[in-house]
């Protein structure tokens, strides 16, 4: 499911027009965006939880030639689902 799939989806669930369901989609986004700005979380019950997570800094190879590579340490966002999500998957 894309963006434009789950926008149709919510729209239709909540009885709105697409751009109604664009709003509320963006909104959650939105949310969950704030939510895990600076270091922090965003945890869904029944979901699952949005985690910043720093990565070292390590060596690499370039797949085409075997050269060794350093790569920078980074800051991603992880995501770990729920006991509830993860069984109904």
Known sequence: MNKAELVESVAEALGESKAGGERCVNAVLEAIRKGTKGDKSCSIIGFGTFAVKKR??????????????????????????????????
């Open 56 to 89: 070292k800094a390590r060596t690499g190879r370039n797949p085409q030639t075997g050269e060794e590579i350093k790569i920078k340490a980074s800051t991603t966002v992880g995501f770990k689902p729920s006991k509830k999500f993860k069984d109904f998957v």
